[in-house]
């Protein structure tokens, strides 16, 4: 079921805010969206997977923007999607899972593969289920390591859903990628990172610091030349190479009209570091 937990996760906190149960801040052209759900691990609500959406949009958009940092407070990244409204009694119309599986998580997994800025996700605890691929969506992982990546629909009798069997065959191959989903074992950061799931695992109190380090450097760099790279890595698993290469001559194309390649070019030529302004 779609919008059903994926760890069993239940709630009955009162009604607060989506503001406040998805922070979000912007400092240093760095948007920084933390999940604030600490007492369900951060399981996501369907009104918090729109304000997430939302805000990687605005982040794409905005030009005082060039990084994004996604992570959570308390001991869980995403422990996936929440419980309530996902599974209730009553006729269920054909197409109503596929339909709402578009609409939801899948849509939210689009946002962030498809950001025009780069996004870190720093996994803070347990990223489980869609929680797991929100991590995985994100163009950098940084994780404590006390993070934990569980594929867990398999232990509910469901199917992966939230892009995870587009995502994890392309990060790790698809027999490794079996291995996960189908036997749904606990993966520690450190086994996360030696599978190429993570970047960089780092201690608890590091790891604020060192995703605020990396989102800082990403923000000085050339923001249209990153975002287009992006889009070359991501089609690339999909494209043959003619249509690959076809797409980095137009990637060039795009990208030397910006002020920031034509600054690259000037500093090289001064022989002096480049100051690039995201444009």
């Known amino acids: ?4 937990p994926r760890t069993g996760v239940k709630s009955s906190e009162p009604e607060i805010s ?13 948007c920084r969206i933390t999940l604030n759900r600490p007492e369900a691990l951060n399981a996501i609500t369907p009104d918090q997977r729109e304000r997430i959406i939302q805000l990687l949009g605005e982040a794409s958009a905005d030009p005082e923007v060039r990084a994004v940092v996604i992570t959570g407070t ?3 990244f995403c422990a996936g999607a929440d419980l309530r409204g996902g599974s209730g009694a009553g006729e269920r119309v054909a197409g109503d899972v596929a339909r709402v599986l ?7 997994i689009a ?10 996700a720093a996994v803070n605890g347990t990223a489980a289920g869609l929680g797991a691929h929100l991590a995985l969506a994100c163009d950098l992982v940084l994780a404590a390591e006390s993070a934990r990546f569980i594929e867990v629909f398999v232990r509910r009798g469901l199917v992966p859903d939230g892009g995870g069997a587009y995502l994890l065959p392309r990060l790790i191959g698809p027999q490794r990628a079996k291995e996960l989903m189908f036997f749904g074992d606990t993966l520690s950061a450190a086994e996360a990172e030696r599978l190429g799931l993570v970047n960089r695992v780092v201690p608890e109190a590091e790891l604020d610091r060192t995703a605020r380090e990396w989102a800082a450097r990403l923000a000085a760099g050339p923001t249209r030349a990153l975002a287009l790279t992006k889009q070359l890595v991501n089609a690339s698993l999909d494209a043959d190479r003619a249509t690959a290469f076809a797409a980095e001559a137009a990637a060039q194309e795009i990208n030397m009209t910006t002020g920031d390649a034509q600054e690259g070019v000037r500093s090289f030529m001064e022989r002096r570091s480049p100051e690039f302004k995201g444009r």
């Open 18 to 30: 989506t503001e406040s149960l998805v922070q979000h801040a912007t400092d240093n052209q760095v």
């Open 74 to 76: 308390g001991r869980g």
């Open 1 to 4: 079921m779609p919008e059903s």
């Open 111 to 120: 946002a962030v593969l498809d950001c025009e800025k780069p996004v870190i």
């Open 102 to 108: 578009r609409l939801g998580a899948q849509r939210l």
